[in-house]
């Protein structure tokens, strides 16, 4: 009696494992986009896009409806991004660069074509525990692109070393991750933000 349960248990197992193994396959060949599946993997990370599928036409990108008459009057960001200085992440465009060789003039006031930015030059250094360089935020290159009101007070008090920043922070969105990671240039871009070189006292020939 319990030779036979199992037997057939056993059969019963093996058929509904079938089933799924069927079931499986073909829900993946209906849910795959057929590009994808032509599409090279990115070598780096295969959850990041491959560069064929960077910066798609708007039709094509997963955020605009294909349907809207509105969608194909966009410009594709590829024909926009062709003359401008490149980067390594995020959209792949050096904006920064791209502001000051003047292949962008960002306007400050939709409706003020003459209205300037107000630039400040002041360059906040936040000293980082352990290896990493030391944190440099340039108020320039920040005030050529944005208004004061984009970050004082609600992201950051306007005073040097009273607002609390981390990593952790950062990667949730908050403080400098408000914005890097969304609109400009991401967290694994370490080398942009960690710029200045610690003096390590005492770390060469203490013995
Ligand atoms: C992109 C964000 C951002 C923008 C835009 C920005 N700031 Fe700041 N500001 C900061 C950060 C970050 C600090 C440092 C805060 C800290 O160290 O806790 C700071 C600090 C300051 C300080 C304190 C300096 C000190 O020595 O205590 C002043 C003053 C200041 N900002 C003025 C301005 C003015 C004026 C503008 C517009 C022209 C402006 N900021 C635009 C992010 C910004
Ligand atoms: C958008 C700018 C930015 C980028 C990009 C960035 N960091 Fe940071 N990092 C910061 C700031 C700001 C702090 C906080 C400094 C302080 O304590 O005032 C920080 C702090 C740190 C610390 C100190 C511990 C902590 O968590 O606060 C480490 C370690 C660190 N970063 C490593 C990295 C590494 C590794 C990368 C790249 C994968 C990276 N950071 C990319 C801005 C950045
Ligand atoms: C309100 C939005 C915003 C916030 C907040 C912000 N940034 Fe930026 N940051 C930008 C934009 C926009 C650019 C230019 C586009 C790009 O480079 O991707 C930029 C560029 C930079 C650059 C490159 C500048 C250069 O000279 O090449 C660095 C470094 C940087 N940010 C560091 C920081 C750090 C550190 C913080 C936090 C203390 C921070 N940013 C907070 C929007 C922001």
Known sequence: MTKISIALVSVLLVLTGMACAQGASQSAAAAAPPQEAAAPAN????????????????????IHDPASPGTPLLQAPLAAFGPLPKANAGNRINWVSAANNGNIRPRWN????????????LNI???VKGTMPDVVFAHNTHTELLDC???????????????????????????CGACHG??????SECRLCHSKAKTMVGATGSQ
């Open 110 to 121: 939709a409706k003020d074509p003459k209205a300037q930015a107000e630039v400040l030059d």
């Open 125 to 127: 250094v936040r000293a």
């Open 182 to 187: 969304r609109v400009a240039f991401p967290v």
């Open 149 to 175: 009101a984009d970050c004082h007070p609600a992201l950051f008090k306007t005073q040097k070393g009273a607002n609390k920043m981390s990593m952790a922070a950062i990667m949730l969105g908050d403080s």
């Open 43 to 62: 070598a780096f990370n295969r959850l990041l896009p491959p560069p064929a599928l960077r910066n798609l036409p708007p039709a094509e990108d997963g």
